[in-house]
């Protein structure tokens, strides 16, 4: 039989275990946001962390995002998996027509629609020891339904980037509340390729950068022995497209100053006209359209049912839309802001960053790529779309989505075969490992205990029978003890 110090190898070992196991009970997933990372910045930069993640997980060439190909709305429908118009996002600013003022960032924005529950909100809904985190997600510090997440941090401009990935992990690895959902967000190559446009050297810097901090993020689940249990989406909201200073058109002149509102910024400028003003505003910038060429007008009856971006009383009456390499009004007003605080002078070669154009154009798309123990390996899906994404996380967390826009094929095609087939080698060794251990461990201690058992029955029998014979003092038992060991045997 075992002898005590190979049992407490055992206890060892079962510690050894249970430490690296020493997280969520549920599968965990970590959701990654570069602003702005264009699908195609993979063709003309060297980014070998995130081209590795790549290759060995599952990626698509692109995303169909949602119009306005804006921040804070892709944001929110990639959370939520329903379109702008049902979440009430619909643009990274818009006139509220109830208080009658432009609205921008804050809990206002997103508590439109009280049945929309984002993912992390929907994920601690479950309960069970389910714990949800968003760093700096645009939205995600808000109270939804009336309650906050357990782990949350608002944006905070050049918050060190590591330190980001180290409190994820820290949230990841709580010993009371282990987050399995984490939403992580990057600002760039969003903020400085508005300043300075996607084909600058400024960008490619920050590309190698993004690319670094990937690095450190997988290398970071390595060092925690998390890389087979943690599920990491790696994506953005939109890509951007270079306009340079020529090819900035202003719309206002076509309209006069004090007979409207508007929100918004380039391409898509929003336009509320004040009240018997509608008709005169919309007439003058059809014209401007036609006579300039570069840029299309829409009423609200107009907006594309694709869209999805017209059921909603923030939408505006009237949207300006640039085309493609074109940007409005904001931008003439921006560039030499950006010229002043960066430093550089302004020249019609100057080249600016814009996004928020339709979602089919193709510098619109933003990225997608996926790895961990629930996710396919080397496998390319379709492109598919934002909204879809809401569904594939709640597959990776298996709980049940809420009702939304999206389509759960693309999960499908994500997500590895259900069964052992999900798991990797190394975790089907550890645990097969580990079940073994355990197993022996309960069969060791029960074999201890019965033997104990037996000893102690038949020392309390033999004793009792002793003591009826030889009714003596204690060392007496002792040396009747001694006699019968040989019985012991
Ligand atoms: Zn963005």
Redesign the pocket.
């Known amino acids: 039989m075992f002898s005590q110090p190979i049992s407490l190898k055992f206890l060892y070992f079962l510690v050894l275990i249970s430490s690296v196991t020493c997280i969520s009970k549920h599968p965990v997933l970590i959701v990654v946001s570069f ?2 990372f264009r699908y195609n910045f993979f063709e003309t930069e060297n980014l070998p962390y995130m081209q590795l993640i790549k290759t060995k997980g599952t990626h698509a060439e692109y995303l169909y995002n949602v119009f306005p190909t ?2 804070f709305p ?1 944001h929110h429908s990639i959370a939520t998996g329903v379109f702008p118009e049902v979440h009430g996002v619909i643009g990274n600013s818009y006139y509220d027509p109830e208080i009658k003022k432009v609205m921008k960032m804050g809990p206002g924005m997103y508590n439109y629609n009280d049945r929309v529950k984002p993912i992390w909100r929907w994920n601690e809904d479950q309960g069970n020891g389910r714990y949800s985190g968003t760093f700096m997600w645009p939205g995600g510090d808000y109270s939804y339904q009336g309650k906050n997440i357990t782990y949350s941090v608002g944006f905070q401009a050049g918050y060190d980037w590591k330190k980001r990935v180290d409190q994820v992990i820290k949230w990841i690895l709580d010993p009371d509340k282990p987050a399995n959902l984490v939403m992580l967000y990057f600002e760039e190559p ?1 903020t400085h390729g508005h300043a300075f446009g996607p084909n600058s050297v400024i960008i490619k810097d920050l590309l190698e950068k993004l690319d670094n901090i990937t690095g450190y993020l997988h290398a970071q689940l390595e060092h925690h022995n998390l890389s087979d249990k943690v599920n990491v989406v790696q994506l953005s ?2 890509g951007m497209t270079a306009v340079s200073p020529p090819f900035f058109i202003n719309i206002t002149q076509y309209i006069t100053n004090g007979t409207y509102e508007w929100a918004g910024a380039s391409p898509a400028i929003q336009i509320i006209p004040h009240e018997g003003h509608e008709d005169i505003i919309y007439s003058a910038l059809k014209k401007g359209s036609k006579e300039n060429g570069h840029f299309k007008v829409y009423k609200k009856s107009e907006y594309l049912d694709r869209w999805h971006y017209k059921n909603n009383p923030r939408s505006p009456p009237i949207l300006v839309m640039a085309d493609e390499g074109y940007a409005l009004d904001d931008l003439i007003i921006s560039a030499p802001q950006y010229a002043k605080k960066y430093n550089f002078t302004l020249t019609n070669q100057s080249e600016f960053g814009v ?1 928020g154009y339709d979602y089919t154009v193709k510098d619109m798309h933003p990225y997608f790529m996926a790895i961990g123990p629930k996710i396919k390996k080397e496998t390319k899906v379709d492109p598919f779309n934002t909204v879809d994404l809401f569904n594939l996380f709640c597959a990776i967390l298996e709980i049940s989505p809420t009702k939304n826009n999206g389509s759960s094929t693309p999960a499908s095609h994500v997500l590895a075969a259900a069964g052992p087939g999900k798991y990797s080698v190394g975790t089907i060794l550890m645990m097969s490992i580990g079940g073994v251990l355990v197993a022996l461990l309960l069969v060791s201690l029960a074999v201890v205990f019965t033997l104990m058992a037996i000893k102690r029955q038949q020392n309390i029998t033999t004793a009792a029978a002793l003591n009826k014979r030889f009714p003596q003092t204690f060392q007496n038992y002792i040396e009747a003890q001694h006699l019968l060991e040989p019985e012991e045997a």
């Open positions: 602003d702005a804006k921040t892709n969003d909201d939109h996004h």
